[in-house]
């Protein structure tokens, strides 16, 4: 099927039959982004992108393992032009690595939806498989680091922590997955991770108690290569 894009125009909604969008010409491309032709008139209800860019004729399926649930996905841009998708996976994961609850489970894509060739199957990104490990987050820094936090029940010793763990395009999963807080009494939960533009990585969550009053958001800085940089920041 094809799409229509707007050439050299900003993302917006076509006018149905109109002629232009934002002033600019709209063309068809096919699937492989490969031919372009003029429309006479905005088609209800399509979206104008970019010139040259061609957006996938409906949804698919990101995960390839099916049993049971997968959710919770986030996404991160690689700036080679394709992204990695982390999700939760319940009961189930490749290989059957980690069946024991929840896992962090993840897949590499070309930016036309193709799954990368290089990875093009599921990698489950923790090691420590007890309990559950939910709620991920990704990101991606302009060297093509990724870093991928997760939510663990009961690994630091004291309730749910956040774990993290770095991978690359190139190498899949680096090193071993590494404790991002510092204090383990309670529960810290539900991380959010995002790539600084020095190339390092910042990582805030959820804490029981720490800043003295019920639950309070704790940051922390790591370099590229997962050392610490900072201790917990209230």
Request: glycine share 10%; with cysteine; charged share 20%.
């Amino acid at each position: 099927d094809l799409t229509p894009v707007c050439v050299s125009g900003e993302c917006l909604v076509c006018v149905p039959n109109s002629t232009n969008c934002d002033g600019k010409d709209i063309v068809q491309c096919d699937s492989e982004g490969s031919a372009l032709t003029v429309l006479e008139t905005c088609p209800d209800g399509q979206t104008c992108f970019g010139e040259g860019e061609c957006a996938l004729d409906g949804e698919q399926v990101a995960n390839i393992t099916i049993f049971d649930a997968q959710n919770k996905a986030t996404v991160a841009i690689h700036p080679e032009d394709f992204f990695l998708v982390i999700w939760t996976s319940q009961n189930a994961s490749p290989d059957n690595i980690d069946n024991s609850g929840k896992s962090i489970v993840g897949r590499w894509f070309f930016n036309d939806g193709t799954a990368h060739p290089a990875h093009p199957l599921e990698f489950v990104a923790n090691t420590f498989i007890a309990g559950n490990q939910s709620d991920p987050s990704v990101a991606i820094n302009n060297n093509g680091i990724a870093m991928v936090s997760w939510m663990s029940g009961g690994q630091d010793g004291s309730g749910d922590g956040i774990y993290a763990r770095r991978l690359t395009m190139d190498d899949g999963l680096v090193g071993v997955e590494f404790l991002v807080n510092e204090i383990s009494t309670g529960a810290q939960s539900f991380p959010q991770v995002s790539a600084l533009k020095d190339n390092r990585f910042a990582v805030v969550w959820e804490s029981d108690n720490e800043d003295g009053d019920a639950r309070g958001i704790i940051l922390r800085i790591f370099e590229e290569s997962g050392v610490p940089s900072t201790g917990n920041i209230i």
